[in-house]
């Protein structure tokens, strides 16, 4: 709507003008009676009309052609890319799902609290239920002028305890936080006690046995270098490459 202005107002003052000078013509045909008819009074259009329609129609077809190519720059349209962390103890991953409660139907409803408008939130990978994210990237455009930083503080006050926004920042339209993304790192955690620790139960996984460190150390290297996932995939995954390169995989004690 904004893309709108430059247009809307030459005309609305080109408009008024013309009406005067319509009006003025319609008075000139009126009779004044007797004999004596008044002439009709022409109307002639200023070289600055010309200019004014031309500048008009180029800009018209500017916008059709520049919004085809470059999406809605005219618009002054804005991609934010946040940095988000949640705590998916409650959560049942992060994609929308119908029968259960998702961290992305969860940041949308803030978002449009915020926005205004139910904004489609592009996450930069999928996760399973219960997963936590420290470093989560996700992003959507919208036309409003919101500062980042204002982002960060109205999505915060709207969004529930277990997520948060850390970070926002504009990115290029074309930015998808999924297919422009370089690496992901995962960290697996292990509580090795006999003894359940009530804190560490929605972050740590409990096994009770003797690990032995230099043969998981040993066991990680086999991973490192390009695999096909395919096998630790579901049956019903729709995922076409589930080739990955792993470049680091290192087991310590804490």
């Given at each position: ?75 002054f349209m804005r991609n934010l890319l946040l ?172």
């Amino acid at each position: 709507a904004k893309g709108l202005v430059p247009i809307l107002i030459p005309l609305f003052i080109s408009s008024f003008r013309r009406a005067n000078e319509l009006a003025d013509a319609m008075e000139c045909r009126c009779y004044r009676g007797g004999a004596g008819r008044t002439k009709m009074k022409e109307m002639h259009l200023h070289t600055g009309d010309f200019f004014a329609l031309a500048a008009v129609v180029l800009y018209i077809a500017g916008i059709f052609v520049v919004n085809h190519f470059l999406g809605s720059v005219l618009f002054f349209m804005r991609n934010l890319l946040l940095n988000i962390g949640y705590d998916g103890a409650d959560y049942h991953g992060w994609q929308v799902q119908k029968n259960a409660v998702t961290v992305q139907e969860v940041f949308q409803n803030a978002v449009e609290k915020v926005f205004g408008a139910r904004l489609p939130v592009k996450g930069c990978s999928r996760t399973d239920s219960g997963v936590h994210a420290n470093c989560y990237f996700v992003s959507f455009q919208t036309e409003l002028s919101i500062a980042c930083d204002g982002v960060v503080r109205a999505l915060n006050t709207v969004l529930p305890k277990d997520i948060a926004v850390l970070d926002c920042r504009e990115v290029p339209l074309d930015f998808h936080p999924r297919y422009c993304c370089r690496e992901k790192e995962y960290v697996y955690k292990l509580y090795n006690g006999a003894i359940r620790d009530p804190f560490l139960l929605r972050y740590a996984y409990q096994y009770r046995y003797p690990i032995r460190l230099e043969r998981m150390q040993q066991g990680a290297k086999a991973f490192l270098g390009t695999h096909d996932f395919r096998g630790f995939c579901s049956a019903r995954s729709d995922v076409e490459d589930t080739v990955r390169t792993i470049t680091a995989f290192t087991v310590e004690r804490q």
